[in-house]
């Protein structure tokens, strides 16, 4: 079984534009590169689980997501460090579906997709949403704070699984 990296894509890989959705726009956090090729030197499997509710509120269609995560990975593929999926889910909280995060239904997708061992892996993210599939999962984790302000209740109870950015996670693995 092989282990993956489970990572929020606005806020912790690229700066977080409020309902990303248009290619150009599209822009990495300092250092968010770098930290994609140590994991994968580290051999992670990257994988994006992204909640996009913007197409669930009708702001812009499901294609614009697919033009993003593309671009983003023409990019990355540049230094050699490609995400291998992105698993979206495009729904808005009033649907209660199974694949809005913290929900286990995309991380289950892709354990399945890619024979993923959960206990060799680690959730990423910017928002304790991104992270509270981990116990169920049995898999590590990282907030990273390099998108939405954490609350001190959060960084009190995740303290120790707090990280700057997305490069400081890296280092630490």
């Known amino acids: 079984m092989r282990k993956a990296i489970f990572l929020d894509r606005d806020g912790t ?26 994991l994968k030197a580290k051999g992670f499997l990257l994988i994006v689980i992204s909640n996009q509710s913007g ?15 593309e671009r983003m990975n023409q990019m990355l593929e540049e230094d050699q460090v490609a995400i291998e999926h992105f698993y979206i889910c495009p729904h808005v909280e009033a649907d209660h579906c199974h ?3 913290p929900e286990l239904g995309l991380y289950e997708a892709a354990i399945r997709d890619y024979d993923l061992d959960p206990t060799k892996c680690y959730l990423v993210g910017d928002k304790v949403s991104d992270i509270l599939a981990s116990e169920k999962l049995q898999a590590g984790y ?17 303290a120790g699984h707090i990280y700057q950015d997305l490069l400081e996670f890296a280092k630490s693995l």
């Open 99 to 101: 694949c809005r995060k």
């Open 13 to 38: 890989i690229n700066v977080d534009k409020d309902y990303l959705h248009t290619p150009e726009e599209l822009e990495f956090l300092p250092g968010a590169r770098e930290a994609l090729g140590l």
């Open 142 to 158: 990282g907030l990273v704070l390099s998108g939405h302000a954490i609350s001190k209740e959060a960084k009190s109870k995740y």
């Open 55 to 69: 197409v669930g509120r009708g702001y812009f269609p499901i294609e614009d997501v697919y033009r993003v995560n």
